[in-house]
């Protein structure tokens, strides 16, 4: 999907690491929550208190998931599920463009 109709995109930015990660909320009529960001080169360590979908439009980048021992190159565009009460690594060698999907069970 390329596009979201229906929305409501929230003013506020959510910054991390400095600004070197930013996105912005998207909330849909369902109750269904994403988040639309880049992150710049770096290496990044998020938590997760839902399940998450991470879909990657575009950039280089590296992921280390709950459980493996070692990161994994990822090929764009792509996505990946982290579960709820986890966290999981990143390496962003080039600008990475990226969707959340936040999963209520």
């Not at 021992?69 to 990475?96: G, H, M, Q, R």
Request: net charge negative.
């Amino acid at each position: 999907m390329d596009e979201f109709t229906n929305v409501t995109a929230v003013k506020a930015a959510n910054i991390y690491y400095d600004g070197k990660v930013t996105s912005r909320t998207l909330k849909f009529s369902d109750g269904s929550v994403k988040s639309l960001g880049i992150m710049l080169p770096g290496e990044y360590t998020f938590g997760t208190d839902l399940k998450e979908i991470m879909e990657i439009m575009a950039g280089e980048l590296e992921v280390k998931l709950p459980g493996d021992d070692t990161f994994k190159t990822l090929n764009v565009p792509c996505s990946f599920e982290v579960p709820a009460n986890s966290s999981f690594d990143l390496i962003i060698k080039t600008p990475t463009d990226y969707c959340c999907s936040y999963i209520k069970a």
